[in-house]
């Protein structure tokens, strides 16, 4: 996953997140959306400096100062830490985008949610593995991700969760330290009679 997210370039990265934050509003990815939604949105703002920001360190001789320059205004800003070193896919969509710390060489693949207090990074300061987070995952508010842990495709990560092992793919984690629970199949939905049919 690691080199399908780094061989995503400026532009492809910009317009998945511009498709994540169309389908969460439920509207199309257009010009209109991006003027109407996306300039009044912190959450847009934070992930679009961080592409800015990735971007300029290809620039010969300055682009790496400017992107050190670019990386602490943004944490001055949000209050939120994203490495130098880790990969965020496209379609990364944050939007609280405060207290987040996603550390040093950590994977997100493409159309990861993180919500606000959200840390990913080692389980010991002095070095390890770190997180890495599969397309489609949902992290909420507050949850822990450390260590060697893989998340798979399309799993969620409950608010305050402490993940240190593994959550296959569609699973559930819940809890502290977080117990792993199979996702809900894909079946047919049971559906409470509203107080109109009634």
């Given amino acids: 996953m690691g080199n399908r997210v780094r061989n995503d370039n400026f532009t492809r990265l910009v317009a998945m997140d511009v498709a994540i934050w169309a389908r969460h509003a439920g509207c199309g990815p257009g010009w209109g959306f991006a003027l109407r939604h996306l300039s ?52 990364l ?13 950590c994977i997100l693949g493409r159309d990861v949610t993180v919500l606000q207090n959200v840390t990913l990074g080692r389980r010991d300061p002095a070095g390890g593995s770190v997180p890495v987070v599969a397309d489609g995952v ?10 060697a842990v893989t998340i798979g495709a399309g799993a969620k990560v409950a608010a305050n969760a402490l993940v240190l092992t593994d959550v296959p793919a569609g699973g559930i984690a819940i809890g502290n330290p977080a117990q792993i629970r199979p996702g809900r199949s894909a079946g047919p939905r049971r559906c409470r009679p509203s107080a109109q049919s009634a």
């Fill in 93 to 105: 969509y944050t939007p609280h985008p405060f207290g987040i710390v996603i550390g040093n060489g």
């Fill in 40 to 91: 009044l949105r912190a959450g847009f703002h934070f992930v679009l400096g961080h592409r800015i920001v990735r971007a300029l360190r290809s620039w010969p001789i300055i682009g790496s100062v400017l992107f050190r320059i670019g990386l602490f205004l943004l944490e001055l800003t949000w209050s939120s830490e994203i490495s130098a070193e880790a990969e965020l896919g496209g379609g």
């Fill in 138 to 147: 949902m992290l909420g508010a507050g949850a822990v991700v450390l260590g």
